[in-house]
């Protein structure tokens, strides 16, 4: 039952969708339908799983008097105030002037943001103390990089008319060209190691312990 | 100590500083460098929306959140600029968590500006998990995948939904993503599959992923991040958050570059005592 | 200067300095932020996927039906399957979240298979049909040369089921050249991404915060 129940349930939806795809009878398709409206729904609970987890984790080290504590004690009482919100706003929760989205202006939208613009200045500071070029590949990389850099953006038609053209080209052409073979090796790749999960070869999910 | 040495050993938190103030710095003394000269992918962009007859519909997807908003708010800002001047019915959807909010203040903020009602112009169906799945369910069945719009009205009771039913009534798909799920799984589930017409506005650091999709013409038009978005608001004459901070943007390439061209030249004594053994 | 008076801009403003205090040193402050925005987020997912997923697309069939007095009673299936998920919480139960991780596990690489195959591969090979002789125009002939050669030479390197000598180990060291000119246009298009962030950040704290900038 634990292990040859999940592979059946993965075997049997992985081949209706994989069928439903060539096969337009509506018997086919009624199957197909329905099974990605169920994962569709599942999914969802997913996300209501990772905050139960989440809330789990941090009452315990709260509990335990762990490194920083009191911090999760914030994160605990914000995951349940914004809940608690969002769920007295009703189903009009994000319109505007609602407490819900008030949230999610003044601390979701700002701090997300924030954190993701972090990385501006660790680029900066990794392009001084890691980027070295050694060998002939790395030049490869560097100059590229170059172009791109200076080709993109207004400055690069003063420094010299050529590199936007450059860039352009770079862009469209070898760079194109790469890609479309990394592209291409992950598709196989990708379609290997599908078939491998969906004939239930491999099964790294259902193994025992390993929830 | 020489001064490769003394650069060698430079606190990063300088670096820091000095790409904080020249990001600052033009942005508060409006120092303008040169102008935006949009390129074949942003025209590429404009040309696919101007194709749009007036009064189809097309799919707006706002795949992406705060995190991002820098690079993919203006360039959907610009997009439902123009899909709005053009009297094109536009049909929101967000597969990203913190997507709807977006998408609700890019329409509302637009359709006050071109006098257009929600519910009859435009509508926000808001997020569905399931990435891919949702995709390929909305091939069967719009209305089943969405029931309801983001504040759980029925489509059925919402006018500009009616006679939608799949993708064969979807004039263009617009993607606006940061990533997964986004426009990689928009081409592979919606355009290789039901040939619905494409254009996407991403952040430029998956821009490069999407250029053979642009070559082998699943995508009609590509912006990549804030210098794409800056292009596409030269285009609908409407300039600004991507307009406004190319210059900021311009001045810190040249940093990085010099950083880099720095980094290496510290570390070239440190190389010579290796060279010689 | 015209420092905005919105009591949740301040707390936004603040909240963005408190990040950006990490840039000196880790510290309490960005310690609370880091919380907040982890606790905050949890609780948005969990309230968006309740009315943008569950009562729409399960709650609502199954309760109230269509409009026409159908139910679906299939729903229940998710209904279980998304409740099985909790039992992971439960030592001696916790196989039983296997059934639900099973169906998202058969029907996304499913998915994936049929998307990569024709978005990425069959579309690909297409795109790679070119003329290799543009007559009149030498660049787009060049180019398309190159595009190619480039792609055969890619694929040549990722082909690890023989020893990279000879003519194979010339044509894979070609592509390793090509991936380098993409991998330093990938680092010129990340720093150009990360910069617009933070741009987008300051215009937050000129504009909206401090009132300095005009947009």
């Known amino acids: ?44 609970f997913t996300y209501v799983l990772g905050m139960a987890n989440l809330m789990k984790l941090n009452l315990d080290q709260i509990q335990r008097r762990a490194k920083d504590w009191p911090y ?12 608690a919100v969002g769920f007295q706003n009703g189903s009009h929760y994000l319109d505007d002037g609602t407490g819900f989205t008030w949230i999610y202006n003044t601390f979701y939208s700002a701090m997300s943001s924030t954190m993701f613009s972090l990385l501006a200045f660790f680029i900066a500071s990794a392009a001084f103390r890691a980027f070295r070029v050694r060998t002939v ?48 090796g992950a598709a196989l790749g990708v379609m290997a190691t599908g078939f491998r999960i969906i004939l239930g070869i491999e099964r790294t999910y259902g193994s025992e312990g390993g929830s | 100590m020489s001064i490769f040495a003394s650069l060698a050993k430079l606190d990063r938190r300088w670096i820091f500083l000095a790409i904080g103030l020249l990001v600052v710095v033009p942005l508060l003394t409006g120092f303008h460098i040169a102008p935006v000269r949009p390129g074949s992918r942003a025209q590429g962009f404009y040309d696919a929306i101007e194709k749009v007859p007036a009064g189809a519909t097309v799919l707006l997807a706002g795949d992406y959140d705060p995190g991002t908003i820098a690079e993919n708010y203006p360039m959907h800002l610009a997009a439902v600029r123009h899909l709005m001047s053009r009297n094109v019915k536009i049909v929101a959807v967000e597969l990203y968590p913190g997507g709807p909010p977006l998408a609700d203040r890019v329409l509302h903020l637009v359709g006050e500006e071109f006098h257009k009602r929600e519910g009859y112009d435009y509508v926000n169906l808001g997020f569905k998990s399931g990435n891919e799945a949702v995709m390929s369910q909305m091939g069967s069945s719009i209305p ?40 990689k799984e928009w081409v592979q589930q919606v355009v290789s599959r039901y040939h619905v017409p494409m254009v996407a506005g991403v952040t430029a650091v998956s821009a490069p992923e999407y250029y ?6 699943q995508l009609q038009g590509l912006l990549g991040g804030m210098a794409g978005a800056a292009e596409y608001e030269v285009l609908v004459k409407a300039p600004g958050l991507a307009t406004r901070g190319m210059d900021a943007q311009s001045l810190a390439h040249i940093f990085i570059a010099l950083m880099i061209l720095l980094g290496n030249l510290a570390a070239l004594p440190q190389r010579a005592p290796a060279g010689r053994k | ?84 998920l909790f039992s992971r919480f439960f030592p001696k139960g916790d196989w039983l979240s296997r059934w639900s991780i099973a169906l998202i596990l058969g029907v996304y690489p499913a998915l994936r298979i049929t998307g990569f195959g024709q978005g990425d591969f069959v579309e690909q090979i297409h795109g790679t049909m070119l003329p290799l002789w543009v007559a009149g125009n030498p660049g787009a ?65 000129l504009h909206d915060w401090l009132g300095v900038l005009h947009l």
């Open chain 3, 1 to 84: 200067m015209h420092v905005t008076t919105d009591f949740g801009i301040w707390i936004s403003a603040l909240l963005t300095l408190g990040i950006f205090s990490f840039l000196y040193k880790d510290n309490p402050a960005y310690k609370l932020c880091e919380h907040l925005f982890v606790g905050v987020s949890a609780g948005y997912y969990v309230v968006l996927n309740y009315f943008s997923v569950v009562r729409p697309n399960l709650l609502d069939p199954l309760v109230q039906g269509d409009g026409h007095g159908g139910r679906d009673f299939f729903l229940l299936v998710p209904l279980v399957l998304g409740i099985l």
């Open chain 1, 1 to 44: 039952m634990k292990r040859e129940v999940p592979l059946i349930i993965s075997m049997a939806a992985g081949i209706f969708v994989l069928i439903g795809f060539f096969v337009p009878h509506p018997l086919v398709r009624t199957g197909y339908d329905k099974i990605q409206q169920w994962v569709i729904v599942v999914v969802a």
């Open chain 2, 144 to 183: 089943i995948t969405f029931p309801a719009d983001r504040s759980g009205k029925p489509v059925g009771r919402i006018p500009v939904m009616k006679g939608i039913e799949n993708f064969s009534q979807i004039a263009l798909l617009v993607s606006i993503s940061a990533g997964y799920p986004g426009t």
């Open chain 2, 212 to 217: 053979p999709y642009l070559q082998a013409g």
């Open chain 1, 137 to 184: 590949e790395a030049l490869l990389l560097a100059i590229a990089a170059f172009i791109l850099m200076l080709g993109r953006v207004p400055i690069g038609s003063l420094i010299h008319p050529v590199l936007p053209q450059a860039a352009d080209w770079l862009m469209e052409v070898p760079q194109n060209a790469a890609k479309r073979g990394i592209l291409m």
């Open chain 1, 72 to 83: 999760k004690i914030a994160l605990v009482v914000a995951c349940l105030a914004t809940m």
């Open chain 3, 141 to 205: 002939t060049i180019g398309n040369w190159i595009l190619v050669v480039g792609l055969l030479t890619t694929l040549i390197f990722f082909f690890f089921s023989k020893e990279h000598k000879g003519a194979l180990g010339g044509a894979a060291r070609v592509g390793v050249y090509f991936l380098m000119v993409s991998f330093g246009a990938s680092y010129g298009y990340t720093v150009m991404a990360r910069i617009s962030l933070l741009i987008g950040r300051v215009m937050f704290l």
